[in-house]
């Protein structure tokens, strides 16, 4: 319903990332949720602590919609740092941060890359994992 909900031009990749994430990792589940400002579609979830004692719930792989692109969350690291910011080298023609992948469409994506990282992160079950 929320893929359907968005603008004629965001549903076609969105809805191939969402087909591609689901395949890849199908036992998590997925829900809507607010993220940073706008909805996002949260697949799983960890729980974390920061170092001020903050503690909550959070998706660990998340995929949005937004004006000029797209966004893959991978919330997730492991001994060597954020997942992201390792491989943003592989991902292909994407921006990245920590734990963000920015594309314009699906077809920039390095997709074997992308789902290996994908899958590595359900592994490492969040970013708790780098603390």
Known sequence: ???ASLPADRRGTMTSMHKTIRKAVPKLTA???MGMGSPVIGYGKY???SASGREGDWF???LAAGKGGYSL?????D???Y???QNAAKLGKVKTGRSCINFKQFEDLNL???LALVKQAVKAGGLNAAT
Not at 73 to 77: I, L, R
Request: glycine content about 12%; proline content about 4%.
């Open 79 to 81: 001994k060597g740092g």
């Open 73 to 77: 969350h991978v919330c997730a690291a």
């Open 83 to 85: 997942l992201t910011e």
């Open 47 to 49: 729980h974390y602590k």
């Open 1 to 3: 319903q929320f893929i």
């Open 31 to 33: 829900e809507i949720m």
């Open 112 to 114: 074997p890359v992308v």
């Open 60 to 62: 660990l792989i998340g």
